[in-house]
């Protein structure tokens, strides 16, 4: 039973799945049934709304709309629940639909993935995780494409809640050889001109972020492009450059003698916050208790006002 119209639900389908036939596989319709509630959607609000290529995505007039039917589809979830038991999600056959949340790599692979365990344990829930860098997972939430982020951004957008988390610490590491071949003067201007650096991607800011904090000088440093959260210390200790990781996954190497922190009692704290569209939900109440619960025991905590 859907309590959605069948044009938002085509419509949702589309740009969940990524295509019109795999759309109409999970509706259980054909895909000119799913081509044909999209058109009459989009002639009812006189507006295209699903670039027509793979993968189909929204146009901004989509996006919007998008932005309005997650919520809605979430509420429907809870309703039918309290209504029809065999709809709810504790039910090992239930078609749950899978809540779509955007997390930054580093919060996914030390502290995030036990909260979606406890909550997929106690309520049943399934999760559409999205990866992002912590400054980019908000646009995730702006185009509809999630119903909430965690995020370095602690400024609600708008039609959204915000909870604070905490701050995850980063320390500079470099295995031992490194560090004396680069930085046996020390971590400076000079020094970080030179030594090679690792960095996530092209949207990955920290590493800059932590030169900047040493020095002012406009730097460029041979740089590794090198997407895995938890690779990130191996490749530290493989002596491929320095970089930055969470304080979680440092400690064991350093204690391991694999890594040393290069800039002892210098690190870089990231507030990250749990944004999600401000609906009277249980499920998001759940969710932002779970990640809270999470957050308080592996975060610093961020400084009071």
Known sequence: MDLI??????FAAVLEEGSFEAAARRLCVTASAVSQRIKALEDRLGQVLVVRQPPCRPTPAGAL????????????????????PEHSPHRPDAAARPIAIAVNSDSLDTWVLGALAQLHEQHGYLFDVR????????????DGSVLGVVTADGVPVQGCAVQALGAMRYQAIAAPEFAARYFSAGVNAATLARAPMIVFNRKDALQWRFV?????????????????????VDAAALGLGWCLAPDA???????????????PGRWLDVPLHWQHAAVRSDTLQRIGMALGRAAGAALQPLPTA
């Open 65 to 84: 709309l998008l932005r309005r039917v997650r919520p809605m589809q979430l509420l429907e979830t809870e309703a039918l629940a309290d209504f029809l």
């Open 5 to 10: 119209h069948p044009q938002l639900a085509a």
């Open 131 to 142: 990866v992002d860098d912590q400054d980019h997972t908000l646009d995730l939430l702006r």
């Open 212 to 232: 900047r904090h040493i020095t002012r000088a406009r730097l460029a440093p041979p740089i590794h492009y090198l997407p895995t959260a938890t690779g990130f």
């Open 249 to 263: 996954l440092v400690q064991p190497a350093v204690q391991a003698g694999r890594v040393v922190c290069i800039a």
